[in-house]
């Protein structure tokens, strides 16, 4: 069962547009969510992140918003340029009694082509 | 380089043979985890370890998979008597702490059994 989808595996834009990656949980104990970014042959770097207790958190020309009724969010890239073609991951998880909220369920990623 | 280290960057091994996987954490910090890739799918979660201590390998086969995070020297993941289904992408992170904590990504090792 896939806790995190990523239902889109491609998306393409142009230069200068907005990106719009989308991801969605089944979990509702998931209270972190990361993205990445992830370049071939190359490990995911950390992109933004926003704990559940937000709905939105923006660094530079990325925002992420969170829909926790929906159980929904998004990565919103604007301006998006060619260097941001890539695979971006959507990532959660779920805290325990403890606080720690570790183990990372990924989804299947979204190739993203930014089109000069 | 302050990044996540890890060695080597390719792997081939043949069916029977021990495959061993090395990750440096990033400087300053002392949790790291091992995700495992394989093709057109996302990362999934093996084991967590800090220094010494195997804190949770819930994602990790009971067989043939070991990890390690000694006092000195990097994380170790093992894998003995290799077989063609252990060929992936084996990703290193770590963090700084759990809580709300953003891991940081090696470049991975790809593992081909032939």
């Known amino acids: 069962d896939q806790q995190v989808k990523q239902n889109s595996p491609s998306l393409s834009v142009q230069e200068g547009r907005i990106s719009i990656l989308n991801c969605d949980y089944t979990?509702?104990?998931?209270?972190?969510f990361l993205w990445y970014k992830k370049y071939p042959a190359e490990g995911p770097t950390f992109l933004i992140s926003i704990s559940s207790i937000k709905d939105k958190n923006e660094d530079g020309r990325f925002t992420v918003f969170l829909n926790k009724s929906a159980k929904h969010l998004s990565l919103h890239i604007v301006p998006s340029q060619p260097g941001d073609s890539a695979v971006y991951f959507c990532?959660?998880?779920?805290?325990?009694?403890?606080?720690?909220?570790?183990?990372?369920?990924f989804g299947k990623g979204t190739l993203l082509t930014v089109n000069p | 380089n302050a990044g996540v280290m890890q060695n080597p960057r390719h792997l081939v091994r043949r069916r029977g043979q021990e495959a061993r996987l090395r990750c440096s954490p990033m400087k300053g910090h002392s949790h790291v985890y091992w995700y495992r890739q394989l093709p057109e799918e996302g990362l999934k979660f093996m084991v967590y370890l800090q220094k010494e201590n195997i804190i949770d390998e819930s994602g990790m086969p009971k067989e043939r998979f070991s990890a390690e995070f000694p006092k000195e020297g990097p994380s170790i993941l093992r894998i003995q008597q290799v077989v063609r289904g252990d060929s992936a992408a084996y990703f290193c992170a770590s963090s700084r702490g759990t809580a709300n904590q953003p891991q940081h990504f090696g470049d991975g090792t790809r593992l081909s059994i032939l």
């Open positions: 979990n509702s104990m998931f209270d972190y």
């Open positions: 990532a959660a998880s779920a805290g325990n009694s403890g606080g720690s909220n570790y183990k990372l369920t």
